[in-house]
C-alpha cells in the first residue's frame, strides 16, 4: 500500500520567514510526486516532481525530489499572508493500471500571520 | 472556460437517504476521480474511472456508488447515507495517458451533513 507523510502538520510563521515543508513517501513503482496548496476551497496544482536532483520554481515558491531517500520538500520564501493554506503532497504509481491515481498525505498546514 | 463544476455546494440529508453529488467537466478529460476530505485523513479516493463505462473502486468505497455514461459527467451516489459520510467531497479530473496523466484538477467541493 502507498504511503505519503507530511510533516510538520501545521506550522505558524510570520510573514518574510522562509518555511520548508517535508514529504516522505513509500510507493512500489514510483512515477511522479506533485504538490498542492488548498486554500478554504479546490486543491490547486503546484509543481509535478519525476526526477531527482532537479529543482522546480514558481516565484517564491521551490520544490525537489530525493529518489533514493524518498522525499521532497517544498520552501517558500518570503512568505506572505495569502501563503497561508494548505499544503498536500501527493505520489502517484505507475504499476499496473494506475490510471493516474494519486495517494496524497494528510497535508501541512501554513499559517502565516502579518 | 467552466472547467470542473460540483453541484450542489453544500447539502443537508437525513441518515438512510439516497443522496447524489453531481460532476462536470468541459475538458474532455479521460480520468475523474471522487475523493472525500476529512480531518487528519487528507484526501481519500473513493472511485476513479478511466473513460466512460469504466469505474473501479479506490481506497473507501463503501456506501457509494458511481456511474459514468458520458466522459464529461461523473456522479456520486450515497445509496443510504450514514453519519460517517458527513464530510467534504471533491471531484478531479485529469487529461488521461501522457505526461500530464497526474496531474489532477480539481472541482469546489461538496459540503454534506447526514444529521
Known amino acids: 500500500e502507498d504511503k505519503v507523510v507530511q510533516s510538520p502538520l501545521s506550522l505558524v510563521v510570520h510573514e518574510g520567514d522562509t518555511v520548508t515543508l517535508n514529504c516522505s513517501y513509500e510507493?512500489?513503482?514510483?512515477?511522479?510526486l506533485l504538490w498542492y496548496k488548498q486554500e478554504k476551497k479546490a486543491p490547486t496544482f503546484l509543481f509535478m516532481l519525476?526526477?531527482?536532483?532537479i529543482e522546480k520554481k514558481s516565484g517564491r515558491l521551490s520544490s525537489i525530489l530525493d529518489k533514493k531517500e524518498l522525499f521532497s520538500i517544498l520552501n517558500i520564501t518570503a512568505t506572505q499572508t495569502g501563503d497561508s493554506a494548505v499544503y498536500l503532497c501527493?505520489?502517484?504509481?505507475?504499476?499496473?493500471?494506475?490510471?493516474?491515481?494519486?495517494?496524497f498525505g494528510q497535508g501541512t498546514i501554513l499559517t502565516v500571520h502579518p | 472556460d467552466a472547467g470542473i463544476t460540483q453541484s450542489p455546494r453544500y447539502k443537508i440529508t437525513e441518515t438512510g437517504r439516497q443522496v447524489t453529488l453531481m460532476c462536470h467537466q468541459t475538458?474532455?478529460?479521460?480520468?475523474m476521480f471522487w475523493y472525500r476530505q476529512d480531518l487528519g485523513h487528507g484526501l481519500r479516493l473513493i472511485y476513479y474511472s478511466a473513460a466512460a463505462d469504466i469505474t473501479d473502486k479506490g481506497e473507501v468505497p463503501d456506501g457509494y456508488v458511481v456511474s459514468r455514461s458520458k466522459t464529461e459527467n461523473f456522479p456520486l451516489t450515497l445509496e443510504s447515507a450514514t453519519r460517517s459520510q458527513t464530510s467534504v467531497y471533491f471531484c478531479a479530473s485529469s487529461e488521461g495517458p501522457g505526461s500530464s496523466e497526474d496531474i489532477q484538477y480539481f472541482g469546489a467541493g461538496t459540503r454534506l451533513s447526514v444529521l
Open positions: 501527493a505520489v502517484s504509481n505507475a504499476g499496473g493500471t494506475s490510471y493516474g491515481k494519486l495517494t
Open positions: 519525476t526526477s531527482s536532483g
Open positions: 475538458w474532455s478529460h479521460s480520468y
Open positions: 510507493v512500489t513503482n514510483f512515477r511522479s
